[in-house]
């Protein structure tokens, strides 16, 4: 079974900053399948990418996604207040789908 | 607008099954293009993939629960199903119900249900 790990697992930083997030997986898997979501407190997560980087519908371009084989990255280009929150990475390739643990970001 | 909506009961015994209904709106669940998932996330834990199941009745389960976990559907009314038997205090969660997509992975989500097991 694929394992995703996610790193760091608090980010800390101030809105106007980039953050980097990153999600790897225990063996290589197709990028095709490779999603993020962010979660805000008391809500659903909420799809932002799919496919390693495509953005879903009506997220904004500060949000992008990259990588290939075991290595992913979803980039905030410039962190907004509301953009604070614990973003998660699933892979959804197999019949068999998993989550990340999560990255929290955090206001410095 | 898709919508998704589940009901059930909140609260449930040690050892009794857990039983939980996702009602979609807006859209047939008998679409060709999706299965239909389960999701879970324990206070204060990450999500966790419980499986999912397509209007035919064809299910995948994640190996942790496999043995525990029934999904269905009814197309009739438009909604699909989990039952997950011989609860734990370690089954209490919030249990969110979403479409699962091929290409755009799990898109739209219910807004969850907090299940509680405790007598």
């Known amino acids: 079974d694929i394992v995703l790990t996610q790193s760091p697992g608090t980010l800390s930083l101030s809105p106007g900053e980039r953050g980097t997030l990153s999600c790897r997986a225990s063996q290589s898997v197709s990028s095709s399948y490779l999603a993020w979501y962010q979660q805000k407190p008391g809500q659903a997560p909420r799809l932002l990418i799919y496919?390693?980087?495509s953005r879903a519908t009506g997220i904004p371009d500060r949000f992008s996604g990259s990588g290939s084989g075991t290595d992913f990255t979803l980039t905030i280009s410039r962190l907004e207040p509301e953009d604070f929150a614990v973003y998660y990475c699933?892979?959804?390739?197999?019949?068999?789908?998993?989550f990340g643990q999560g990255t929290k970001v955090d206001i410095k | 607008q898709l919508q998704l909506r589940e009901s059930g009961p909140r609260l449930v015994k040690p050892s009794e099954t857990l039983s939980l209904t996702c009602t979609v709106s807006g859209g047939s669940i008998t679409s060709t293009s999706y299965y239909w998932g389960w999701i879970r996330q324990p206070p204060g834990k990450g999500l966790e993939w419980i499986g999912s199941?397509?209007?035919?009745?064809?299910?995948y389960y994640t190996p942790s629960l496999r043995s525990r976990v029934t999904m269905s559907v009814d197309t009739s009314k438009n909604h699909f199903s989990l039952k997950l038997k011989s609860v734990t205090a370690a089954d209490t969660a919030v249990y969110y119900c979403?479409?699962?997509?091929?290409?755009?992975?799990?898109?739209?989500w219910g807004q969850g249900a907090l299940v509680t097991v405790s007598s």
């Open positions: 496919g390693t980087s």
């Open positions: 199941v397509y209007y035919s009745g064809s299910t």
């Open positions: 699933q892979y959804y390739g197999s019949s068999l789908w998993t």
């Open positions: 979403a479409r699962a997509d091929w290409q755009l992975a799990n898109d739209f």
